[in-house]
């Protein structure tokens, strides 16, 4: 170049030549290469829009197309910009087959991985030291608030939301070492350590301990709390488990039926349409949710003309250890010693998820002297005529289907304990399937009043919260 230039200082080229000599060396060789053009768009010198030019006439020849200005440029259209993203991913990739995750070509489940695949990588490899969890509290660490805790931890460190407080009135001393040693669950697998009178953790991870029997004053608001589990069985109205909300918290979910207008929804059956308008809503009772999902495969495939339900339910803290006062008499009587008839709303709470089996259901519950797990006997008359075998074989799509996770259908010879931290919601006892005529069908059906209806608790809470706030 310095030969070309005729005895030129320097050579702009060489690492002697100031970067001013360099860049106007450049700039001069490639206005000569482009024959007499304007100052080069590769010098500093020149516009942006020259410089922007150059770049897109160097892609256009580089893509050997004389169509629409390049798809890089901001020029072209947005098709033909995301069609040219699209294919360079799909370079990226080395995919030569289907159209790349991010065009609408795409499938539903090619999207959805891809869009995992890229929220995982966002949040760092294995997703748990990355990425926001949802951020939830516990008001009432009784039975299922302990429960919900577990059932989260059963989950892996990957699970999208964290426990960061609970409101229990016994403290931080009586909250580990309940959470830690159950009669029922075993010995917690996790290690608690307190920290100090208002702190301890949980596998590393901080849990805050309050207590306060008023929700208003509970410090939801300073500590980012998204959602509140409601398990005290005392908030159960809106203006009850609305004081979350005026606390802080932006949703409520109540573990136990609601009152008033509050919504309810049952994982399998009606959750799919909630809309996210819903600031407080009901997860209705362990039973509820122990029958609706295979009501609703009876109804949906034969029809129901009407039915009684009997719940044999394990003896609860709501009763008497030994005879003493309650509002039921027969519920003051010692729980361990005696099969108590008791009244349940469940039955007719089907129809509060499930409307076409309103005004059809009803039935009793009797408390037996077991901790946990109970079992529901359905006896309805359908519209359609049908066998043990045909309502078993649809207990089994079902399982298989849409209501994997949520029902199980047993064929082994089980009791009770056999169901004991069972993750479903039901299982039915295929054994126990009876037909009377073509129209008359008992279906029997075990479920963990505990650990079962903790797990829908859990998996409700991360549908509402994939609602958004």
């Known amino acids: 170049i310095a030969n070309a230039k005729v005895g030129a200082s320097p050579a702009a080229s060489s690492s002697e030549a100031s970067l001013e000599a360099r860049v106007a060396d450049r700039a001069a060789w490639i206005a000569n290469a482009k024959v007499g053009a304007s100052p080069a768009a590769s010098s ?23 169509s629409e200005p390049a798809a890089f440029t901001s020029e072209a259209s947005l098709g033909a910009r995301v069609a040219d993203r699209a294919a360079w991913i799909s370079k990226f990739n080395g995919a030569k087959s289907s159209p790349a995750p991010f065009t609408s070509e795409a499938s ?20 748990a030291s990355g990425g926001k969890k949802l951020r939830v509290a516990i008001n009432g660490f009784g039975r299922i608030g302990r429960n919900f805790v577990r059932c ?5 460190p990957d699970a999208p939301m964290e426990i960061v407080a609970l409101n229990d009135s016994g403290g931080v001393k ?3 070492h309940l959470l830690k040693y159950d009669s029922i669950l075993g010995t917690f697998d996790a290690e608690i350590r307190t920290v100090d009178d208002t702190t301890f953790t949980l596998n590393g991870r901080p849990i805050k301990v309050v207590s306060s029997r008023n929700p208003l004053d509970l410090p939801w608001k300073e500590m980012g709390v998204d959602i509140v589990i409601e398990s005290t069985g005392v908030f159960i109205d809106e203006e009850g488990a609305g004081k979350h909300l005026t606390a802080g918290a932006k949703k409520v979910v ?22 996210g308008e819903e600031n407080i809503i009901s997860n209705a009772s362990c039973t509820t949710n122990g029958m609706a999902c295979f009501v609703k495969v009876l109804e949906e495939k034969f029809g129901i003309v009407k039915g009684m339900m009997t ?4 003896y609860t803290g709501d009763q008497r250890l030994l005879d003493n006062s309650h509002r039921d008499a027969r519920r003051a009587r010692a729980a361990a010693l005696n099969i108590v008839p008791t009244s349940t709303g469940a039955a007719k709470a089907v129809a509060l998820v499930l409307p076409s089996v309103k005004g059809k259901l009803n039935g009793i519950a009797l ?15 359908t ?87």
């Open 254 to 275: 109540i573990t136990a039926p609601g009152k008033g207008s509050i919504p309810t929804y049952v994982m399998g059956v009606n959750a799919h349409e909630m809309t």
């Open 44 to 66: 500093s010198e020149a516009s942006l829009e020259a410089r922007v030019a150059e770049r897109t006439a160097w892609i256009a020849n580089h893509k050997t197309t004389e």
């Open 367 to 381: 408390r037996v002297p077991t901790p946990n797990v109970s079992v529901v006997d359905l006896v309805v008359q």
């Open 108 to 127: 539903l489940a090619d999207r959805l991985k891809d869009r995992s695949a890229w929220v995982q990588s966002f949040r760092g490899e294995g997703g």
């Open 383 to 469: 519209e359609k005529k049908t066998t043990a075998e045909e309502v078993n074989a649809a207990f089994r799509e079902a399982a298989a289907g849409e209501l994997k996770g949520i029902l199980a259908v047993a064929d082994e010879p089980l009791v009770s304990s056999d169901f004991k931290g069972t993750n479903v919601s039901s299982t039915v006892d295929a054994a126990l399937t009876m037909c009377m005529g073509d129209d008359y069908v008992k279906v029997v059906a075990w479920y963990d009043n505990e650990w079962g209806y903790t797990q829908r608790v859990v998996d409700l809470t991360l549908s509402m919260a994939e609602k958004g706030f």
């Open 174 to 176: 009586q909250a580990t």
């Open 152 to 156: 989260l931890e059963s989950r892996g």
């Open 311 to 314: 719940t044999t339910h394990s």
